[in-house]
């Protein structure tokens, strides 16, 4: 059974940091591409970066460009979000997902984990 578990959240001031990690079970982790997405309060759901299989190649929603850098450990079986210069606007549910096998699409999400940002 695929098990996706996203920690790191919490209430951050404007300008801070968080590191979110996502522990990845029930799958060859390294076989994979993964993504973070996020939706906020009354809004839908926004893809914010992908990472391949091989963790060699990452890219990254404009909204976050040059601000979240994601990372895998295959070692770890973990994806990791780290998030600087939060604004306002990054407050949301952050979740990771599982890609399709060789795909761009997306097929399996986390529960997510609550950031806020605000002061």
């Known amino acids: 059974e695929v098990q996706l578990v996203e920690s790191g959240g919490g209430l951050v001031q404007p300008g801070g940091s968080l590191r979110l990690s996502c522990a990845a079970s029930?799958?060859?982790?390294?076989?994979?591409?993964m993504s973070w997405v996020r939706q906020a309060p009354g809004k839908g759901l926004e893809w914010v970066s992908g990472?391949?299989?091989?963790?060699?190649?990452?890219s990254y929603a404009d909204t976050v460009k040059g601000r979240f850098t994601i990372s895998r450990d295959k070692a770890k079986n973990t994806l990791y979000l780290q998030m600087s210069s939060l604004k306002p606007g990054d407050t949301a549910v952050y979740s990771c997902v599982k890609h399709f096998y060789g795909s761009i699409w997306l097929e399996y999400w986390g529960q997510g984990t609550q950031v806020t940002v605000s002061s």
């Open positions: 029930g799958f060859t982790f390294s076989d994979y591409a």
């Open positions: 990472i391949n299989s091989g963790g060699g190649y990452a």
